[in-house]
């Protein structure tokens, strides 16, 4: 059966959570097996070796269940319009996270804390699904309403549990609006106790050398502290889209339902005005409107609704 040196690869392969380094031992095993005719268990072996990890469904909060919402996204890589540099620095992300037990037998460690920023609806939120989904981790996202409250003292306290939580459970950690507590200590409207929770925060995640991911994700850059970039491995800038992501991301929506419609050049930087949450939604009311109506959905109808949704904004900054 197994060496002794096989065995001590299986282990670590497992505690490192690195699939492809334990699928390739038992595949050597199971070639060990057929050398030494013993066909039965060369098959039983490979077969364990084809299957895939079932990702877990049960997360023990440990009394910490009020500060997460815990997700299992399905949405993928391809499901995320962006722009290729944003999809190849996840990918390393990834990449890295995949092999990270290569990277430790080397001294380094995988980049894991994340600072994503730009403006709302184009694609960081979604951006913490396709990273939980394609390693097959839970997604964790900080209750922000929950974290902060005004008894001094308790942030830090329940900041203090979250990162236990994050180095006792893999998953990818969300912490959405994170100019709430990352906001930058020099401005003037800033009280003590802000600044103690970041001072907290910057401890913390310097502190962590879990198997977790962090993502901060934030629409107001300028607004946070210098201290925290030299804390994150990456910070990743998302705009709007580009006419051709907008095109892309029309036909991606509305070919679910309609696969043979393709939209032009022209309804494309029409809808690059939006971004690509509101995109998503104009698509998916034209979509309901085909529905309710049985007619097919027309370029017209999608350039109404983009102008709808933009006169909509252009009377509240009026107003404001």
Known sequence: MATNDQVKQLARAHYANDDEAFRSCLLQIAANEARKGHAAAAREIKALASQKRAAAKVINLAGNEDLFTVAYPSVRMGDLIVSEEIKLRLERVMREYRQRGKLADYGYENRRRILLEGAPGTGKTMTASVIASELQLPLLTVQMDKLITKYMGETSVKLRQIFESIARMPGVYLFDEFDAIGADRSLDNEVGEMRRILNSFLQFIEADHSQSIILA???NFEMLDSALFRRFDDVIHYDLP?????RELVDHTIGGYDPHF???????KHMSSLCQAEIVQVCRDAIKDSLLEGAEISESVLQDLCNERMDRYAAVKQVS
């Open 217 to 219: 994700a934030t629409n």
């Open 242 to 246: 580009t006419a051709g992501e907008a």
């Open 262 to 268: 393709s939209c032009s050049a022209d309804l494309a």
